[in-house]
């Protein structure tokens, strides 16, 4: 299975920073290219919330996720095999990415036990006792059929004592042994994940293990759980030249601008998040990391803080359209977006829609928001493929 596995994916390397570990690349997949560094968007039940998969490509996204414990639950990975999969599904014809469902059953706290058989949880939809080994996730993802899939593992919580998280850290690797041995499928690319909560050292060593198991692309898991972004950062930047080079190397759960950008400066490929459709659905935009001012040569050998006033924790980069400064605004959301929404819309209109609460407001503001963080990390690669990323990205690397 491994040179099959090898035969439909392979990253290939495309240009390195000359000033950090950031790098620009191609990972290849059995339903397309993704042009890395990228963020990929959320369609956790198999649909990315408000937006159709015709919109989602004009937004210019290329992989895009779903997730194996909800679609377990609603509708069941039965009747999606017997559709064809999740692509036909979910009518998506590009890579898809299915996570295992183990932050979600973790996350369930009260509602479940693990044992290193597995984790056993009451479904919060109907009450029934669940029981989900390793091997019940993957044979899950085998029949949801996404391009990668992602080993089950134990996130430990934050914070939680050493000895906790050297506990879920090994557990993770003895199943990722038993996720390898159930996944019977070519097609698809099994991705383990680096545990170790905020314990580098722990980091350190469950990344090396990985290593030396070969796999076709890792993550690392287990952040984004609470810790202060420091933190994050710190895990982020000790842990990501430990994994392969030669692979895909993919930051779960992470997708503000800062934290992007300096997980790119380690060594990251892929992102996911829910934010852009979760702060359309409270009408919100993501607005302004991409103004000419920051992506401008002149800027990249000057004051990065000059860019617009604005600094990387700035609430301007979030604008509520509630607010009643937008009722009678008649510019573009974003005049420099591309976006269809920037392009036929004014803010004023979608402050109406979101007070009518009406459906189109999330929407629109979904296609701006997925646009916007996809045109900041293709931007990154640009700047990659230039080697100028820690000069033109220089005020979100601080």
């Not at 998040?273 to 009408?283: D, E, M, N, S, Y």
């Amino acid at each position: 299975m491994t040179s099959a596995i090898a035969s439909s994916f392979s990253y290939q390397l495309q240009a390195k920073c000359s000033c950090t570990k950031a790098r620009a690349g191609i990972f290849h997949t059995p339903h397309g290219p993704v042009h890395t560094p990228r963020f990929m968007p959320v369609g956790t039940l198999a649909n990315v919330k408000t937006i159709t998969p015709a919109q989602l490509k004009d937004c210019k996204a290329e992989m895009v996720l779903a997730n194996t414990y909800h679609l377990h639950l609603q509708p069941g990975e039965d009747l999606i095999a017997e559709a064809g999969g999740v692509h036909k599904f979910m009518g998506w014809d590009g890579p898809m990415l299915t996570d295992s469902g183990g932050f979600q059953v973790f996350s369930l706290s009260e509602m479940r036990t693990v044992t290193d058989e597995g984790a056993t949880f009451r479904s919060p939809r109907d009450g029934r006792i669940i029981e989900m080994p390793p091997e019940r996730s993957i044979e899950i993802q085998n029949q949801l059929g996404a391009d990668v899939i992602m080993a089950f593992d134990e996130c430990p919580p934050y914070p939680a004592t050493r000895e906790a998280v050297v506990s879920a850290t090994d557990r993770t690797y003895r199943w990722l042994k038993r996720c390898i041995n159930a996944h019977d499928r070519p097609d698809q690319a099994l991705f383990p994940i680096v545990q170790g909560g905020t314990y580098l050292d722990l980091r350190a060593d469950a990344a090396k293990a990985l290593a030396q198991l070969d796999m076709p692309g890792y993550a690392i898991g287990g952040v984004s759980v609470g810790e202060p972004p420091a933190l994050i950062e710190k895990i982020v930047q000790a842990t990501t030249p430990l994994l392969p080079e030669s692979k895909p190397r993919y930051l779960m759960g992470v997708g503000t601008y800062k934290e992007m950008a300096q997980a790119i400066a380690a060594g990251i490929d892929l992102f996911d998040c829910v934010i852009p459709t979760r702060l359309a659905r409270h009408g919100a935009a993501l607005v302004g990391s991409m103004s000419p001012e920051i992506m401008s040569p002149e800027l990249a050998h000057g004051d990065p803080s000059s860019a617009n006033g604005f600094s990387s924790e700035n609430p301007s980069y979030r604008w509520n359209l509630k607010n009643a400064r937008f009722r009678r605004d008649l510019s573009p959301l974003d005049p420099n977006c591309p976006c269809y929404t920037c392009q036929n819309f004014t803010r004023a209109y979608l402050c109406h829609l979101i007070h009518a609460k009406e459906l189109l407001a999330y929407t629109l503001l979904s296609i701006h928001n997925i646009t916007e963080l996809i045109r900041f990390t293709t931007a990154i690669r640009e700047a990659i493929l230039a080697d100028r990323f820690s000069q033109a990205f220089a005020k979100w690397l601080m």
